[in-house]
């Protein structure tokens, strides 16, 4: 059972924002650690999306955006694309657990 | 082109171990920490094990310590995953990944992944 909660899923129409939550503790986000974010397209292996709660890598588009606020971060999508639609999922650091780990994962649907 | 490639999959009987390797290319190998990170069939990602650019720091996950081994081969550009006593929650699809930074710590992130090799435990 993951320590990081995300929606199962999210959904919006071709240019619309959505926002997806990543809900953690004391021990993770809320201790400072990073956030970092994956987009997962079907069949495919994940994709480091934002890095270091808000750097996106080279290539990655400005639709994407990262931000984190005490025990939780967001990731926000402006402008959806249909090609947008896949598995999102956070990640950060558990200082109990001596590890990292991966949220929930949100199911991305363009209608 | 930066690339990882895995292999070493299979179906094993539960009990039994197996031997993943990872083979990077493109990039200094030996500058970055490496991670294996699994994803069991229409699940999330888990988080596996990871290793340092020199091996001189090793993590694992509560769920597969002191049954896993990672290890490396700077030589070889090649990580490793030795898995022994699998059972049937192991059956995945393991991701080698590589790391932003040469240290394990506690801001990594994972900016290379390669395709999985899937690994079946069941008798």
């Known amino acids: 059972q993951s320590v990081l909660t995300q929606p199962p899923s999210v959904s919006g129409a071709p240019g619309q924002r959505v926002t997806i939550s990543c809900t953690g503790s004391s021990s993770n986000i809320g201790a400072g650690y990073d956030v970092n974010w994956y987009q997962q397209l079907p069949g495919t292996a994940p994709k480091l999306l934002i890095f270091?709660?808000?750097n996106r890598p080279s290539g990655v588009p400005d639709r994407f955006s990262g931000s984190k606020s005490g025990t939780s971060a967001s990731l926000a999508i402006t402008g959806l694309q249909a090609e947008d639609e896949a598995d999102y999922y956070c990640?950060?650091?558990?200082?109990?657990?001596?590890?990292?780990?991966f949220g929930t994962g949100t199911k991305v649907t363009v209608l | 082109e930066v690339q990882l490639v895995e292999s070493g999959g299979g179906l094993v009987q539960p009990g039994r171990s197996l031997r993943l390797s990872c083979a990077a290319s493109?990039?200094?190998?030996?500058?970055?920490?490496m991670h294996w990170v699994r994803q069991a069939p229409g699940k999330g990602l888990e988080w596996v094990s990871g290793?340092?650019?020199?091996?001189?720091?090793?993590a694992y996950a509560d769920s597969v310590k002191g049954r896993f081994t990672i290890s490396r081969d700077n030589a070889k550009n090649s990580l490793y995953l030795e898995m022994n006593s699998l059972r049937a929650e192991d059956t995945a699809l393991y991701y080698c990944?590589?790391?932003?930074?040469?240290?394990?710590?506690?801001?990594?992130?994972?900016?290379?992944w390669g395709q999985g090799t899937m690994v079946t435990v069941s008798s």
């Open positions: 493109g990039f200094t190998f030996d500058d970055y920490a």
């Open positions: 270091g709660d808000n």
């Open positions: 990944a590589k790391d932003r930074r040469f240290s394990l710590g506690n801001n990594d992130a994972f900016d290379v």
């Open positions: 290793i340092s650019w020199n091996s001189g720091s090793i």
């Open positions: 990640q950060s650091y558990d200082s109990s657990l001596s590890g990292y780990v």
